[in-house]
C-alpha cells in the first residue's frame, strides 16, 4: 500500500507563519509593497518546510480570468509544426512577443478530420477545457469546429491567413496577387506548357489530378487563393486553364509532396514549367528531378512560395514573405486584444533565383 501525504494549503501556511492567508498570497505573488522582504522570507522559509509549493494555477486563473498562456490552433498533428518550415518561423515569432510579455504558448492541434460528427465534437470539447487567454488560428480551413468554439468562447482571437472573417483579428498576405506574379514570371520566360502542384484542398486525404467539381469544394483558403492568382496571370498570357496539369499531393507532410510531384512528372513529362503552392512542395520536385535526371532549370523550371530557409539554400525562385513578423504581429494583437478588429496584410515581393529559365527549345 502506498502513503497518502497530506495537501498542505496557504491556510495552514498562514497559521504556521502567524500571517493572513492574503497575506502568504502576497508573499508568493511577489507584492513587496504589502510586506516587507524579512516577512517575506519569512513566509516562503515556512511554506519550504511544509512543502507548499505556492497558490493552484488554476484556481488563480478562475478568480483573476488571467492564465497567462496564449493557445495556437493548427489542423495537422502535433508533429507537423516540428516539420513544416513555415510553421516554426511563425512560431518562433509568436514566441517573441508572447516572451516579452511573460506569457506561455500552448500548442492545440487538430488533424484531418475521419469521422465528422466524433471529430468535431473532440475538437470543440479540446478549444472549450484549453486554458488560454485567447487563439491563434494558423491556416485552418473553412468553418473549422475549432474556431467555432473558440469563438463562442469569447475570447481575443486572431487568424493568421486562414480563414478570413471580417469579425475578427486578421494577419496575412495577398496570396492572390502574389500568385498571379509568380505565373507571370513563368510567362514573361517563355513558358506556356505549365503544371501546378497543390498540397491540399480539403482534409480528406484525397490525392490525385483537380477536376473543376474538386476545385469548387476546396475548403482551405490559402491554396484556394494561390490557384485563382496562378489562374488570373496563365489566363491573362493567353494560357487556356483547361489545359494546365493540376495535380493535389493528398496531405501537408514531405511524403505525400514527395508522392505528388513523382506523379505530376510522370504523369506529364512534356511540362516545362511547375508552379508550387509552397515551397516545401517545390523542394519535394527538385528531389524528384534528382532521380529522374531532370535538369533544372534547363529542362524544368520550378517556383515556390513562401521563401523558407531551405528554398533559398536550393536557389527556388518564390515569393518572398516574413513568417516571424507575421507571426510576432499576431502574438502582439492578442496581448493588446483591442476592441476594433485588426486586418494587417504584409508585403511579398518575388525573388527569382536560379530554379528558373527559359523553356528548351
Known sequence: M???????????????????????????????GRLSDSQREHIL????????????????????????????????????????????????????????????????PFPPHRDDVVDADRDARIVRN???????????????????????????????????????????????AAARICAEHLLSLGHSNIGILVDRLVPDGHRGHVTPSRLRATTEAVPRERLRGYRDGLRSGGVDWKSVALYEAGGLTIPHFDAGAERLLHDRPDLTAILAVNDELALAVLRVCQRREVAVPQQLSVVGFDDVAAAAAAGITTIHQDFVEKGRIASQILIDHPDTPQKVILPTSLVIRRSTGAPPR
Open 2 to 32: 502506498g502513503y497518502v501525504f497530506p495537501v498542505v494549503t496557504m491556510k495552514d501556511v498562514a497559521l504556521a507563519a502567524g500571517v493572513s492567508p492574503a497575506t502568504v498570497s502576497n508573499a508568493f505573488r511577489g507584492r513587496t
Open 130 to 176: 484549453s486554458l488560454v487567454d485567447g487563439f491563434i488560428a494558423y491556416s485552418m480551413p473553412d468553418d473549422h469546429p475549432a474556431i467555432r468554439s473558440a469563438n463562442s468562447r469569447r475570447l481575443p482571437m486572431v487568424i493568421v491567413d486562414a480563414p478570413f472573417d471580417h469579425d475578427l483579428h486578421y494577419v496575412g498576405i495577398r496570396d492572390r
Open 45 to 108: 522559509q515556512v511554506a519550504t518546510s511544509l512543502g507548499y509549493l505556492g497558490p493552484n494555477p488554476a484556481g488563480s486563473a478562475l478568480r483573476t480570468g488571467v492564465v497567462g498562456a496564449l493557445g495556437v490552433m493548427f489542423s495537422e498533428s502535433l508533429s507537423f509544426v516540428f516539420d513544416d518550415s513555415s510553421a516554426v518561423t511563425l512560431l518562433k515569432g509568436i514566441s517573441h512577443a508572447a516572451e516579452r510579455a511573460d506569457l506561455s504558448l500552448m500548442l492545440l
